[in-house]
């Protein structure tokens, strides 16, 4: 008796395991879909991890009965079962839940002009998701079979979508007539009386209309939120709430009231939000109002700079100072390094460096943002640090006693596409300067030292100094640069002073020619 309690606990035992520690699954139909596989993979903010390719299968009838919602929300049939093909996955135990992408593939159309593929981002939170879409048009043509969390987000967005395009033509209303005013009251003697009240009643009757419209949708949002309070979904449909652009203030007024008061519905402590693009998203739509059509790049700077003011200043004055340090804190500072990065906004990134760099965690390893951001702040007049590493020849060697009055030094790597380019470009460039002049100190972030003997021979830098820790980004060399990417660029004195970073050959050779 003893024995069948104790195999009775055992079974029990292992149902119990079994049943938490489920897998999730993931099952998609598409309809029109090429011979290509999907591909899943997880989002923060702008930035997609491929997960795994997921191989296509060939699907006998649709789940939802043959009917696909279209994107006027008319019901359309499939029209044949060839058409329809499918994708599954199971979730890992450890998935973590938040916003994960399908891509689809290109359209002919992008494939000629170089767009971007089709694609759906939805919402996984522990829970078994069955989809129907088409590959013409995923989101307009998505339906949720199973999912309360995809159900409650695509639904809200849709209304969400309808509410935002009546506003905009409210807006644009609303404007015209108060720009139909001003005119008028500038030159009264060329319109009528009766033609400025005209226009004076129909400004209030747009700008009543704009504000209750304004006012449904939160009332909505709100709602949404609170009557799916317990999904996930309701944190990413919460961020979308708005402050009241008054349509009786003038264009600026509402554009200041609105930038004054856009993030105060953002929680910048919820790290969930880290785990999809509504944040970043959120962000970008701010940042977007800073700028103006015009706007020289100095300008669009300046500007930029009160926007990202804007936003550190709201972190700080949600989160106390001894908790600023925060994933979001950290996550938001690199979407905005990364993103202005790439518009090329120097001064921007050495501000962002120089006011919000020391707020993030310190840990024993320097992150890439860490890098970037203190690599902004390494400028000409200051120094670097002296090292000792090995050559070739596994010969210790110290840059502080091989220095030239300038000296060129390049970190650089094998698997570098760039840096193949710019090797051979730096040593056809190097013959023009007498030896006494300009000394070149190459330093690979190679891992295995064939590859890296393989690069110095192909591109004949044997007479230059070339060394190496053979330890990636894991060394310590590259870390006190504050190396980031390859290549990376330093002109140094004799006395280890930065005297220019140039980001290119061209820069390289300008600063030469002066």
């Not at 499939?78 to 992408?101: C, D, I």
């Not at 989809?131 to 995809?150: M, R």
């Not at 004799?494 to 050779?509: C, H, T, Y």
Request: with cysteine; net charge negative; aromatic share 12%.
């Amino acid at each position: 008796m003893k024995a069948h309690g104790i195999r009775l606990s055992f079974v029990f035992m292992f149902f119990h395991s079994f049943v938490f520690a489920q897998a999730y699954s993931l099952n998609v139909r598409i309809k029109n879909q090429p011979e290509n596989p999907v591909v899943l993979g997880t989002i923060s903010g702008d930035k997609f991890s491929p997960v795994d390719t997921l191989e296509l299968q060939q699907v006998a009838e649709s789940l939802s009965g043959g009917n696909n919602l279209g994107s006027q929300g008319s019901i359309q049939q499939v029209t044949s079962s060839h058409q329809l093909k499918q994708v599954n996955w199971n979730f890992s135990e450890n998935a973590k839940p938040g916003m994960y992408r399908l891509i689809f593939g290109q359209t002919a159309y992008a494939r000629v002009m170089g767009e971007s593929p089709q694609q759906l981002d939805f919402i996984f939170n522990n829970e078994n998701i069955v989809l129907e879409t088409d590959f013409k048009a995923p989101q307009n043509s998505l339906i949720v079979l199973q999912s309360e969390e995809n159900s409650a987000w695509f639904n809200f967005l849709k209304k969400e979508k309808e509410l935002q395009n009546h506003l905009d033509l409210l807006e644009k209303e609303v404007d015209y007539f108060q720009t139909r005013i001003t005119a008028a009251k500038s030159s009264p003697e060329t319109v009528a009386k009766s033609d400025l009240q005209e226009f004076e009643k129909q400004a209030v009757e747009k700008a009543n209309t704009f504000n209750q419209l304004q006012m449904e949708r939160d009332r909505f949002i709100l709602n949404t939120a609170e009557k799916n309070k317990e999904l996930l979904a309701s944190r990413f449909i919460s961020i979308f709430r708005e402050p009241l652009r008054d349509g009786y203030l003038s264009q600026q007024e509402r554009k200041e009231f609105y930038q004054k008061e856009y993030l105060r519905h953002i929680d910048f402590t919820d790290e969930s939000l880290i785990h999809s693009p509504v944040l970043t998203d959120k962000i970008f739509d701010f940042l977007v109002t800073y700028n103006q059509r015009g706007f020289s790049q100095e300008q669009r700077e300046q500007e930029y700079m009160k926007a990202v003011d804007a936003v550190m200043s709201r972190i700080e004055t949600v989160n106390p100072a001894s908790e600023i340090n925060n994933p979001v804190y950290e996550f938001i500072l690199n979407y905005l390094v990364f993103g202005f990065e790439r518009l090329n906004m120097g001064k921007l990134l050495t501000y962002i460096a120089e006011n919000y760099s020391g707020s993030l965690c310190q840990t024993d390893e320097k992150t890439t943002l860490e890098r970037k951001l203190e690599f902004q702040n390494m400028k000409p007049g200051n120094l670097v640090s002296d090292f000792t590493i090995n050559d070739l020849r596994d010969e210790p060697t110290t840059l502080s006693h091989i220095l030239k009055p300038r000296n060129l030094i390049l970190f650089y790597a094998s698997w570098c596409s760039h840096c193949k380019e710019i090797l051979p470009q730096i040593k056809a460039w190097r013959r023009q300067f007498q030896a006494t002049e300009l000394e070149i100190i190459a330093i690979s972030l190679d891992t295995s030292k064939s590859d890296w003997q393989q690069i110095v021979r192909e591109t004949r830098f044997e007479e230059f100094f070339n060394l190496s820790e053979l330890k990636g980004w894991d060394g310590e060399v590259a870390p006190k640069y504050n190396v980031y990417a390859t290549p990376t660029m330093f002109i140094v004195d004799d006395n280890l002073r930065i005297l220019a970073k140039p980001e290119s050959m061209g820069e390289l050779m300008k600063y030469f020619e002066q």
